[in-house]
Structures are given as structure tokens and as C-alpha cells.
């Protein structure tokens, strides 16, 4: 019978390493490391607005928690936020409002936009409502239901995560130099 092939993810070969560390040392990229970090600890700003965030609320408690996922501390201040959740209906009134608490936040920033109200302006085609948060702010991640369940906001955090780990920091804007290409 054939030995099966053994593929290492490694990129460097593994004689550089002394016999002896193998065991302790681990070769990797800058770039799996950053995004590790990332992932596991993004601090989300939630911005509930109506039925939603009653959901979002609940994804954070004891029996979903999102905490378990590096999403711990839900801030109320956008400057130490790198992820906006939105949750709910957006009133034109509510716009300015939004806008200024995403251009606060630190790039790289995210955002999810959690509901129907938020996704597309759900059921209420009215002059006062925005018609979905992509009008207003870039949205990362659509999490569509009226209202969403907390396992699916939580489903969106893991696709949220593997959106970042995906990153490169060669590639990424918000890490390049001002004026560089």
C-alpha cells in the first residue's frame, strides 16, 4: 500500500529549525499572526436601534455569548471600536448620527448590518426611513431576518472572522503609508 503524502502549510522548510526546537518553535507569516490577533479580539460597537438590538442583546448573554468568540466588551465609544453592529430601523433623523460614530472609529473597521430594517429599510418604504445602511456606511457583512436570531448574528461574526483572516497586510489600505500606491 502507498504512503499517503504528508502537505505542510509551512512555506519554510523545517531544516532551518534545530532538531531540538521543533517542539518549541513555530514558523509562520506575519500576516497569520496580525489577523490571529484580529480575530480574537474585536471590540464591537453596537448601535441598536429598535426590535434587533434585543437580539443582539441576547447574543451576548450567558446563553449564546459572543464573548467566547473575543467579542467580550461591547463599547459605547467608537474610538476603541473596530466593529459596528447595526440593529434596526435607521430614521433619516438617526443618519448624521451614525456616519459620525463611523468615521471615529480606528481603521480597520468593520460593520454588519443586522435585520431587515438595517439590510434594506424592511417593511416601511417611508420618506423617513433609509432604505439599508449601504446608502450611508460600507457594510461587511448582511445578516438579513426580522429579527435576526442570535445564532445568526453569531454566524456573522464567524464569516466576519474569516473575512479577516483572509487579510493580508501587504494589500490592506489602512495599513499603507499616505501617498503610497
Not at 534545530?18 to 490577533?37: G, I, K
Not at 454566524?155 to 501617498?179: C, D, I, N, P
Amino acid at each position: 500500500m502507498p504512503e499517503r503524502e504528508i502537505h505542510h502549510t509551512l512555506t519554510v522548510p523545517e531544516t532551518l529549525v534545530p532538531e531540538d526546537l521543533q517542539r518549541n518553535a513555530l514558523l509562520t507569516s506575519v500576516d497569520s499572526v496580525y489577523n490571529w490577533a484580529r480575530r480574537r479580539s474585536m471590540w464591537p460597537l453596537t448601535f441598536g436601534l429598535a426590535c434587533c438590538a434585543l437580539e443582539m442583546i441576547a447574543a451576548g448573554a450567558a446563553r449564546y455569548d459572543y464573548g467566547r468568540l473575543g467579542m467580550d466588551i461591547p463599547f459605547s465609544s467608537p474610538r476603541q471600536s473596530d466593529l459596528l453592529i447595526i440593529s434596526g430601523t435607521i430614521t433619516h433623523k438617526m443618519a448624521p448620527q451614525l456616519i459620525r460614530l463611523w468615521n471615529q472609529m480606528p481603521e480597520p473597521k468593520y460593520s454588519i448590518a443586522m435585520g431587515a430594517c438595517t439590510v434594506s429599510g424592511g417593511t416601511f418604504d417611508s420618506y423617513a426611513v433609509v432604505q439599508g445602511a449601504a446608502e450611508l456606511i460600507p457594510v461587511d457583512i448582511y445578516l438579513p431576518g426580522c429579527p435576526p436570531r442570535p445564532e445568526a448574528l453569531i454566524y456573522a461574526f464567524t464569516k466576519l472572522h474569516e473575512m479577516v483572516g483572509q487579510q493580508s497586510v501587504k494589500t490592506v489600505s489602512w495599513y499603507r503609508k499616505e501617498g503610497e500606491a
